[in-house]
């Protein structure tokens, strides 16, 4: 079964960046959408962004014009480049393929002066 595994996550100042990667164990080229999702603390998960295979994005109200989703399907993986960060995207980020229902660990990244 697919696996899916985040990096990139940790400690950020307001303002910041960072960029999160989600490795995934076999190919995704024929897996039309791959999505990012967050939980923050005391919190249920929410939606961050989405990308089709035919190049389509969708983003969370939250996070358009600061977060950009992006696919290499030739090196099978998701990323989430993440700019301007705010203390309010303090979260535990996971990557998802929503037609499997499958999910990474997640990776934290924490914003914080």
């Known amino acids: 079964q697919m696996r899916l595994v985040e990096s990139g996550g940790g400690l950020v100042q307001p303002g910041g960046s960072l960029r999160l990667s989600c490795a995934a164990s076999g190919s995704i080229r024929s897996i039309v959408s791959l999505s990012w999702y967050r939980q923050a603390p005391g919190k249920q998960r929410e939606f961050v962004a989405v990308t089709a295979n035919k190049g389509g994005r969708l983003y969370a109200e939250s996070v358009r014009g600061r977060f950009t989703i992006s696919r290499d399907d030739a090196e099978n993986k998701l990323y989430l480049e993440m700019n301007n960060l705010k203390p309010e995207d303090t979260a535990v980020y996971y990557c998802?393929?929503?037609?499997?229902?499958?999910w990474g660990q997640g990776t934290q990244v924490t914003v914080s002066s």
């Open positions: 998802n393929i929503p037609s499997m229902g499958i």
